[in-house]
């Protein structure tokens, strides 16, 4: 079972994918679903799963009395759907506002769970941080197992944590979670390389690093930037990229589930010019479509573009270097069909590979051996 009462974002998606692959390996009617009664993919969870209850509870910094009455249903009625539905085993695939009592109660009805760590530690400029280190913390000593979704961030999670030996931690791509959505490469065409700034404006995301990288080009006419999100850092975007005649800040907001592959499709980059980062969602959602990226060397993000194989790593994270970065791209156009046949790549399960089903299907005999 999967319990997930985000609304929105990229949580929605990852869960539902979740769902789709062990529903796949092991036939929908092993898989059930817990989740929010907002949320924007709830007509196709009953397509990804045999079983799904949907609850209202606070989510994100909504915490509202009203809200608040509502937890005690919502956690009556997950124990109620784990019990039914005789769930062997949870999948919790990121921290939410109500994941410590959904996993407080996991343990009281003995029912084992699996948490999906995609930071090992809150981002600078993050919400409420002192929070997300708490609670991860909680979420991740009574795990039975967890899984990383890079390298780097399960790297970091065996140095900072103590697994003990009895709890697993597996690795699990973020690319792994998407499908592509075109069978042949993108090309460029003879107009302006349309580059994507995709998601919540964090200061962490580099948003400053690219604004002055694009100054250093404002005078070139063969670029488009489209900035798409919100966040704590909307005011300055549009005062820091007001005078870049090329750059697009009239979509300062949240899209809509429905508008996200259609954003992406009208573009031929996608640009992630973080200070820090572990992955980047945005980017396997990119590569979906066949973009590459323009990423900085932080984190896992070259890691996921295949060190320059599904794009460009600037040299350093800072303007100077993501500026010269922009240039070869811009300069140099012979390798982009290339770039963007291995982004799909990147999308493409491959052999070999842990799926969902073989991660759940071990911790599941190991428990019961």
């Known amino acids: 079972m999967l319990v997930y009462w985000g609304a929105s974002g990229a949580g929605i998606r990852f869960t539902h994918r979740i769902a789709e692959e062990i ?41 509202s009395l009203p809200l608040l009455s509502e937890i005690p249903k919502a956690l009556k009625a997950l124990k109620s759907h784990v019990r039914n539905f005789g769930a062997e085993i949870v999948i919790i695939p990121m921290n939410f506002a109500m994941a410590l009592p959904v996993t407080f109660l996991l343990r009281a009805i003995g029912t084992p769970y699996i948490y999906v760590i995609h930071d090992d530690q809150p981002h600078p400029g993050d919400y409420a941080p002192v929070m997300q280190r708490i609670t991860q913390k909680i979420l991740l000593s009574s795990a039975v197992g967890m899984v990383a979704l890079s390298s780097f961030v399960g790297e970091n999670i065996r140095h900072r944590f103590d697994l003990g030996r009895r709890r697993q931690l597996f690795m699990a791509p973020l690319a792994l979670h998407a499908r592509a959505r075109r069978g042949e490469p993108r090309t460029l065409g003879e107009g302006p390389i349309r580059f994507l700034f995709l998601g919540r404006l964090l200061t962490y995301k580099g948003l400053d690093l ?84 323009v990423v900085t060397p932080v984190g896992a993000l070259p890691e996921q573009i295949g060190y320059g194989a599904a794009g460009w790593v600037a040299q350093h994270a800072t303007a100077a270097a993501l500026a010269e970065t922009l240039r070869s791209v811009l300069d140099d156009r012979s390798g982009y069909e290339q770039r963007s046949a291995a982004a799909l790549r990147a999308v493409s399960k491959r052999p070999g590979q842990t799926g969902w089903a073989g991660i759940v299907k071990a911790l599941v005999q190991q428990r019961t051996a």
């Not at 036939?27 to 609850?55: E, F, P, Q, R, T």
């Not at 009239?250 to 992406?264: G, Q, Y």
């Open 210 to 293: 690219l604004a002055e990288a694009l100054h250093e080009i404002r005078n070139r006419d063969d670029w488009r930037l489209t900035i798409v999100g919100n966040g704590p850092e909307r005011a300055f975007v549009m005062k820091a990229f007001a005078g870049l005649p090329h750059a697009d800040t009239s979509r300062l907001e949240f899209l809509l589930e429905t508008e996200v592959d259609a954003t992406i499709d009208r573009h031929d980059v996608m640009i992630c010019p973080y200070a820090e980062a572990s992955q980047s969602g945005v980017l396997v959602e990119g590569f979906a479509a066949g973009l590459p990226a």
């Open 23 to 63: 529903g796949a390996r092991c036939g929908i009617d092993a898989v059930a679903m817990s989740l929010h009664v907002n949320n924007a993919w709830l007509d196709k969870a009953n397509a990804a799963s045999g079983s799904v209850v949907a609850v209202r509870s606070p989510v994100g910094r909504s915490l």
